[in-house]
């Protein structure tokens, strides 16, 4: 009863709060479908009022419910919908985008469970009656469920319109949002059913980015499922993202005053622009200015930005990027801004961040840590399972990384192994309709190299295959952008939409921020 009461949860919320959900299950609605007598009133009300304005309920289902316990709704149920249901929707009204497809897969399992059980109920019946012949019949006589929720696209059936325009916007509409220009370079392969990978050599903040994503995501009313393969302890994963929340390290070495990189645009420091909104009047001057767009761009050093901006000359200096067309042109530079960490992160705030983080905004976010080599996507799926039948849908599953996981044994050969590990993780965003969001290693020649190629794949290239989107983290072999903070990040695999090029990305890892700012 436990499997039904939660998959029966699940069905109310979604019509009380969705209207692309009513859309789909109204088609060939049974109540019978349904076992519990209060889900099937709370859904005969959200029926009546979709037919009524073509919309979901959301907060008038308290309306509705008032009016009901006025026309006399018995009081078990009444005190059942008052104590357990209204007091938990106020979330799903402020999220606004749960996981539509999982919840309506589930919906079609569930439904044509239950419509086999009654017509198995009914031939049983006429069994003990002893009405053979009937019961017979009744066996010849069983028909799938006739609902919006078939698995099969019939193209001749009107039916079929909704599906084909919640193609042309559900799957295109970016999940999960940033800002700037990193935000215009990936926010459209963001989406439901995407697989997202990043590559890059050891060290290169790989699961820094994958922290932030989990980050923006949960603060975006998002659920996140966090899976940690084996490369950090889970004590690791917690203090790594206390350092990301608090921005400051936990290590007194880390503490200080710091520069920190921001952006700037190459006409500002050149002094080549006279746009009345530009921030400064002057551009960069004294040992070590740069000398053209060239140098600015590539050729500024970690010690020549410090000389710079330590010189009186440049006192005063503002950087800038407010015109329109820094935003549209490859113009941006980088200049520096002192930061002070007057001491590390400790336990006692650590824990007050996460609370005012997590626990008071209700933010939803788990993190599941395993040991080194026995992370399976099969053992990802139970696990899913077992959080869904707590309330737990995730729109967001993270994977730090994907080299670490472990395949199922259907091959002997490594090579063959990390290739069917990809396919099930493709698998994996399209059976739970999540973005799925991973990193994986680049080959040993990609520390040689300032831009990592399709051919700086290590293991088996066939991986390729299967994401729907691979971005590349790079930096200068020579550790110029190191220094700096500077990451560089290009599209190596893109399933749908035009390549961009590549855009710059500054942070500073040693306050734990992987994406401060962004420019092209």
């Known amino acids: ?43 005969s009300w959200c029926l009546e009022y979709y037919d009524r304005y073509n919309r979901a309920p959301n907060q008038d289902i308290e309306g509705i419910y008032v009016q009901k316990l006025k026309a006399g709704l018995p009081p078990d ?66 028909r799938p469920l006739q609902t919006n929720l078939a698995e099969d696209l019939y193209l001749s059936n009107p039916d079929s319109l909704l599906r084909v325009e919640k193609a042309f916007t559900t799957q295109t509409e970016p999940l999960l949002m940033y800002p700037g220009a990193l935000g215009r370079f990936w926010n459209r392969q963001m989406t439901r059913d995407a697989l997202v990978a990043f590559v890059a050599p050891e060290k290169r903040g790989k699961s820094y980015l994958l922290l932030d994503v989990a980050r923006r995501a949960v603060r ?24 990301h929340l608090a921005k400051k390290s936990d290590l007194e070495e ?55 901006y330590r010189n009186p000359d440049n006192r005063g200096y503002r950087p800038c990027h407010n015109c329109s067309r820094y935003a ?18 400790e336990a006692p705030e650590a824990v007050k961040l996460i609370q005012q983080y997590f626990v008071e905004n209700q933010r939803k976010l788990i993190i599941s840590t395993h040991a080194n080599n026995t992370l399976t996507v099969a053992r990802i799926k139970n696990k899913l399972d077992e959080w869904y039948r707590l309330g ?76 729907t989107a691979m971005y590349g983290l790079n930096r200068d072999p020579q550790g110029r952008e190191e220094k700096i903070g500077i990451l560089r990040i290009n599209e190596m695999v893109l399933r749908e939409g035009q390549k961009q090029g590549v855009v710059t990305v500054l942070q500073n890892l040693r306050r734990g921020q992987p994406v401060i700012t962004s420019f092209w």
């Not at 109920?121 to 002893?130: F, N, P, T």
């Not at 070590?288 to 050729?299: H, I, L, M, V, Y």
């Not at 549209?328 to 992160?345: D, M, Y």
């Open 1 to 43: 009863m436990a499997e039904v009461k939660f998959i029966e949860r699940h069905i109310v919320t979604g019509l009380i709060t969705s209207t692309a959900y009513l859309r789909e299950v109204r088609g060939g609605w049974d109540e019978r479908l349904l076992q519990s007598p209060t889900a099937r009133r709370l859904a």
């Open 328 to 345: 549209q042109r490859p113009t941006g530079s980088v200049w520096l801004k002192k930061v002070r960490v007057r001491r590390p992160l």
């Open 220 to 243: 975006q009313r998002l659920t996140v499922a966090f899976f940690q393969a084996g490369d950090m302890s889970e004590a690791q994963q917690i203090r790594r993202l206390a350092i």
């Open 77 to 142: 149920m009444a005190e059942e919908i008052e104590e357990d249901i209204l007091p938990d929707l106020s979330e799903e009204y402020e999220r606004g985008n749960f996981n539509l497809e999982y919840l309506l897969d589930r919906t079609r399992e569930y439904f044509t469970e239950r419509n086999l059980a009654l017509h198995l109920e009914q031939i049983e019946s006429l069994r003990e009656e002893g009405d053979l012949k009937a019961a017979e019949e009744l066996a010849n006589q069983y």
């Open 254 to 308: 880390y503490c200080g005053v710091m520069y920190e990189p921001v952006k700037d645009c190459i006409r500002n420091q050149l002094d080549l622009c006279d746009g009345n909104l530009r921030e400064c009047d002057f551009g960069l001057t004294g040992e070590g200015a740069p000398k053209d767009a060239e140098d600015a761009r590539t050729g500024m050093t970690m010690e020549r930005l410090l000389e710079l």
């Open 392 to 467: 737990f849908i995730p729109d967001v599953i993270i994977i730090d990384y994907a080299d670490l996981l472990v395949a199922s044994g259907r091959y002997k050969e490594y090579r063959h192994q990390q290739n069917e590990i990809w396919q099930d993780l493709r698998n994996l965003s399209q059976e739970r309709h999540a973005l799925v969001v991973t990193a994986t290693q680049a080959d040993a020649k990609s520390y040689e190299t300032s831009l990592l190629k399709l051919s700086n794949f290590s293991e088996d290239k066939r991986k390729y295959a299967h994401v």
